[in-house]
């Protein structure tokens, strides 16, 4: 019975791996079509930061993979939606230390991001990490942009008047 049971489930099992990259795949054109319509620029920088992390988990299925060429393009094109997010949420004028909507959930994608990416390059030839820390390093710069607009630097205290 124990044996049927973990046959009958290894069996569904072996399956899921197609289903769920088929399901990314949905996902990812269901989420860019989402996007391109989306006018708000806090939710336009939210579906774009999640469309960033679908190409983050290609790339890092693809170096697990041994491709590298092909993690390196899937890693330029996280760049690329990253830098994306960031526009929308830079180019919608909002004050970010008043109305923090947006900002904060890109702050803490980018950390997760920047954790993945060193776990990332630690698994791979030290040959091929260029991609991965040119990107680890722009998401640095990108977070550390998206800190200075939620905790813009205070004005110095006036002088105090004799």
Request: aromatic content about 6%; proline content about 5%; hydrophobic content about 40%.
């Amino acid at each position: 019975m124990i044996g049927r049971t973990l046959l009958i489930l290894g069996f569904l099992l072996s399956g899921v791996p197609v289903f769920l990259a088929a399901a990314s795949s949905d996902t990812e054109r269901h989420l860019q079509a989402h996007v391109e319509k989306e006018t708000d620029p806090v939710k336009k920088s939210k579906g774009t930061t999640r469309l960033a992390r679908i190409k983050l988990q290609q790339a890092i299925q693809a170096y697990e993979q041994g491709n590298t060429d092909q993690g390196a393009q899937l890693v330029d094109a996280y760049l690329g939606r990253i830098k994306d997010a960031w526009q929308n949420l830079r180019s919608s004028g909002r004050n970010a230390a008043r109305d923090p909507r947006g900002f904060k959930e890109l702050d803490i994608e980018l950390r997760e991001d920047a954790r993945l990416l060193e776990d990332v390059k630690r698994r791979i030839s030290y040959f091929d990490r260029g991609p991965v820390e040119k990107a680890e390093k722009e998401v640095e710069q990108e977070r550390a942009e998206v800190l200075q607009a939620l905790f813009p630097v205070a004005r110095p205290p006036q002088a105090a008047k004799p």
